[in-house]
């Protein structure tokens, strides 16, 4: 399957602290997206990396792409409680779609 | 100022009914994709138009699954007789370049369904 597999499936951590999360996938890819979506809500866009990218930076948001170790990780630094979300990974190849994988589910405690 | 709208944001329907979901994307984008999500699960990609030509509907469940661009712009997913398995949210996503390499996507904040 493409699908990519992210861990840990859910954290709860101080506000304050960073929260990381990660990704793997077993196939070739072109692009790895990062989605959040808010309870009830759409998905929105955080971050994309082509394959060809090792770290992207997006304000409190850091991205790594290891094609060797077919894994990525999203780095969310000083967490507030507006980041309360699950986080998706989405794989980028050749056909066109993209597909999510079941997502991370972040919770900012107070 | 317009991002995605879907409408309605909740359907609730008997088993047996059609329904019919619609999506305005953002004016002007080529790319527009139905996605259905499970409770905690992640978006699972239905169908994929370009314009108005339908050039990917791998992910279709079954052909009680239609959906429809004819000009272009405005998308209708429409699910005939609707099973109980139907109950999701319905997402639909738009960008404004051909395919998915490279460019994000823009969703809506979707439709949930339930069938009684």
């Known amino acids: 399957s493409q699908q990519g597999e992210e861990d840990p499936q859910a954290l709860s951590i101080q506000e304050g602290e960073n929260a990381t999360m990660n990704c793997s996938y077993k196939?070739?890819?072109?692009?790895l997206q990062w989605y959040r979506q808010n309870s009830g809500r759409g998905l929105v866009h955080l971050i994309l990396?082509?394959?060809?990218?090792r770290e992207k930076h997006s304000g409190r948001l850091r991205v790594t792409l290891d094609t060797s170790k077919k894994s990525s990780s999203l780095l969310i630094t000083a967490s507030r409680a507006a980041d309360t979300a699950s986080y998706f990974c989405?794989?980028?190849?050749?056909?066109?779609?993209?597909?999510f994988g079941k997502g991370t589910r972040l919770h900012i405690l107070p | 100022g317009a991002g995605v709208s879907q409408s309605p944001r909740y359907k609730v329907a008997k088993r047996g009914q059609d329904v019919a979901l619609r999506c305005d994307p953002i004016?002007?984008?080529?790319?527009l994709f139905w996605y259905q999500q499970a409770l905690g699960q992640g978006p699972e990609f239905l169908t994929y138009?370009?314009?108005?030509?339908?050039?990917?509907k791998s992910g279709l469940p079954s052909d009680r699954f239609f959906a429809e661009r004819p000009e272009g712009s405005v998308s209708t997913l429409k699910i005939q007789r609707t099973q109980q398995e139907d109950s999701a949210v319905y997402l639909c996503?738009?960008?404004?370049?051909?395919?998915?390499?490279?460019?994000?996507?823009?969703f809506g904040d979707g439709t949930r369904l339930s069938i009684l």
């Open positions: 004016s002007g984008h080529v790319s």
């Open positions: 989405a794989l980028g190849g050749r056909d066109d779609k993209i597909i």
């Open positions: 196939t070739s890819i072109n692009n």
């Open positions: 990396i082509r394959s060809n990218e």
């Open positions: 996503a738009s960008s404004p370049r051909v395919g998915t390499l490279n460019q994000p996507q823009h």
């Open positions: 138009f370009q314009n108005e030509a339908q050039l990917d």
